[in-house]
């Protein structure tokens, strides 16, 4: 007998079965009359009409590839980056807050205080805390800005330059004023992520009292200033225990020495509410206070050092200069003076866009360190240091002896003395004292027959190479270390480096220029402090420092060059020195209660520019105490508008001695 179903099934093609139909035969799958389902063989065949093997297997791989990819997504979350959703989780609990340290401060030589830490109420903001709503976040800023005298765009820049941290307290200003302070702690509860903190800034003491003019802003340049941690700063010192709304020394004494005076920060763990308002403390640790420094550094020499650079400016008409004062027995600065200058109370107290752009643009920069970051030709002032080069070389004694006749000739070369006529007969005494230029060309460059440049010498000098070493040796072309950043090298010219450099070949003249600290030579002021240290000393040469003492530890002196040459030189050059006091281009000095040898200098630069002023001395004669540089940008000739400025300082130096 038939199965009516399965005639049905095998002829009926899936093609030809509406939606209906299908229905219906669901009805005729039973059998009516006896009840029974439909054979397993037909409703297998029935069911294949509905979803395709193939269409089943695509849909399995679907969902088991968007399983496998949630699978591997909350795998990432919970151990990829657990660490880091966990740490946001906590930041919104638990904060790190800094516990500043206490900053050591500055004294002078005698004691008195240079700088100080005086409280300071700072605003800061928390990023994560602000409201998340951006029209309510821009009224708080607003209010803030307004507040403190910001520009909101500033505010925005500073929240956003610091954006990976927006856990930290952010400073936004420090320093604020009662008003302030009243308006910020009462607006405190509408401000989410707005903080007060109380601190300390520093405030440097450039005057004895709050009316003294002018007050001594040199020592700007020495002591330096703070300011606020930069992104850059804080991920360069974050390992140290830095915190976004840190201070950190920026210029100066303060950035050399900032590990020792910062000490170091404690740190507090707080539980915070939702808004990030502080509810209690779950751990704390101490700060560590910084290190007091004791310089050198003598107040008053360097008031009447700065008083009288400044004087001698003005009465000259001009506007740029520097003095350093050391002792040359041990290498400590008794005195630095870099003029003009600025006061760094105001970067303390955070400078402005305007002012600060206003300082970068002076043409006379008055936040450039002259003493150590400036390099000049040396003039006249390098000559004592030719002298003792040609003495310890054999290439002189003090028995030789040139004529001056007003220069040298070198076939359509001359080279000039300064002194119409010249000198007459100088030996090395006379050359250093009346500063005659043919003396140190001889010695420095020789002379060939004839003047003819190509033939045997008449007289063998030193030469290039043999200048060039002992130039290093007495510290030219390179830092000397003084502790303080941005310390120029200077720069001794070379046979090799006019090759590689230039592209020609070193003349005769080119050694001359170099005898008398023309030409390349580059010098800075602290760099001629220190080789007349050497010569005054006897041959020592030190490390120039400004720190006495860290802490209650004193600084020992450290000797850079010892024995640099046999003292019996020297002291020839020491005489030559001091009869540039007695009769050469120092004079003046034989006035002042105390014994002095000097060199003047007059430095060209420029074909239409004066020459640079230059002064360097040493006293007392027998027994050197003190070393005193004086440069005047465009002070012309040394004896005129740099030697006041010595007098002055060594006047000061002696009636204080013999108080």
């Known amino acids: 007998m038939n199965d009516p179903f399965s005639i049905r099934l095998d002829t009926i093609k899936d093609s030809e079965l509406s939606r209906d139909k299908r229905l219906s035969w669901t009805e005729e799958m039973f059998d009516t009359t006896g009840g029974e389902v439909l054979t397993e ?43 880091y959703y966990y740490g946001l989780a906590e930041g919104n609990r638990i904060r790190k807050l800094a516990v500043q340290s206490p900053r050591g401060v500055i004294f002078d030589t005698t004691g008195r205080q240079l700088v100080k830490n005086i409280p300071s109420f700072n605003l800061l903001i928390t990023p994560a805390d602000l409201p998340a709503d951006e029209l309510a976040q821009q009224a708080v800023l607003s209010q803030v800005a307004a507040l403190v005298g910001m520009p909101m765009e500033d505010i925005r820049y500073i929240i956003d330059e610091h954006r990976p941290y927006i856990y930290q307290p952010i400073l936004i200003k420090s320093g604020l004023d009662y008003d302030q302070i009243i308006t910020a702690t009462v607006k405190a509860t509408d401000w989410p992520g707005v903080s007060l903190e109380q601190g300390s800034r520093r405030e440097y003491l450039f005057s004895d009292t709050a009316d003294e003019t002018p007050p001594v802003f040199s020592l700007s340049h020495v002591l330096g200033y703070n300011g606020q941690l930069t992104k850059a700063d804080y991920e360069a010192h974050a390992a140290e225990g830095y915190f976004l709304n840190d201070m950190i020394g920026k210029t100066g004494l303060e950035a050399f020495y900032e590990k020792t005076l910062k000490g170091a920060n404690g740190q507090k763990q707080v539980e915070v509410d939702a808004l990030g308002r502080e509810k209690k403390i779950i751990a704390e640790t101490d700060p560590v206070a910084g290190q007091d420094l004791t310089l050198s550094l003598d107040y008053g020499l360097q008031k009447t050092a700065e008083a009288a650079l400044s004087d001698s400016l003005k009465q000259f008409n001009k506007k740029r200069g520097a003095v350093v004062v050391m002792n040359p027995q041990n290498g400590e600065i008794m005195a630095l003076v870099s003029l003009p200058s600025f006061d760094a109370n105001n970067f303390a107290a955070g400078i402005s866009t305007a002012e600060y752009s206003q300082l970068l643009n002076n043409q006379n920069k008055p936040l450039f360190n002259r003493v150590v970051a400036g390099a000049y030709p040396s003039g006249s002032t390098i000559k004592p240091v030719m002298a003792a080069a040609a003495l310890a070389e054999g290439v002189i004694t003090t028995a030789t002896s040139f004529t001056s006749v007003g220069g040298i000739r070198i076939q359509q070369w001359f080279f000039p003395d300064w002194k ?25 460059g020789g002379f060939p027959r004839g003047g003819n440049p190509t033939a045997d010498y008449e007289f063998e000098g030193l030469g290039p190479y043999r200048i060039a070493a002992w130039l290093q040796q007495f510290g030219l072309g390179q830092a000397l270390g003084l502790d303080l950043n941005g310390e120029a090298n200077g720069f001794v010219p070379t046979v090799e480096w006019k090759n590689a450099t230039v592209g020609e070949q070193w003349y005769i003249g080119d050694t001359y220029n170099l005898s008398i600290g023309q030409g390349n030579l580059l010098v800075t002021p602290l760099q001629v402090a220190s080789w007349t240290a050497t010569i005054a000393n006897g041959g020592t040469m030190y490390r120039p420092h400004l720190v006495r003492q860290i802490g209650d530890q004193p600084v020992a002196p450290e000797v850079l060059r010892d024995h ?55 006293a007392p004669v027998q027994q050197p105490q003190i070393v005193v540089t004086v440069l005047v940008e465009e002070g012309e000739e040394g004896s005129m508008s740099a030697s006041p400025v010595a007098r002055e300082i060594l006047n000061y130096y002696a009636n204080r001695q013999q108080n």
Do not use: C
């Open 41 to 83: 063989r037909a409703t297998s065949q029935f069911l294949g009409l509905g979803i395709s093997e193939q269409r089943l297997r695509w849909f399995g791989l679907a969902i088991l590839f968007f399983f496998s990819v949630l699978l591997f997504r909350s795998g990432y979350l919970q151990v990829g980056r657990g660490d």
């Open 564 to 618: 640099l040459t046999d003292d019996k030189y020297l002291a020839i050059v020491r005489e030559g020195m001091r009869q540039t006091v007695e009769y050469g281009s120092a004079r003046s000095f034989s006035a002042l209660p105390i014994s002095v040898a000097a060199k003047t200098g007059t430095a060209q630069w420029s074909n239409d520019r004066a020459p640079h002023a230059w002064l360097t001395a040493f």
């Open 420 to 444: 119409a006529g010249g000198h007459g007969v100088t030996n090395v005494y006379k050359a250093i004292a009346e500063s005659v230029n043919t003396f140190f060309y001889m010695i420095g």
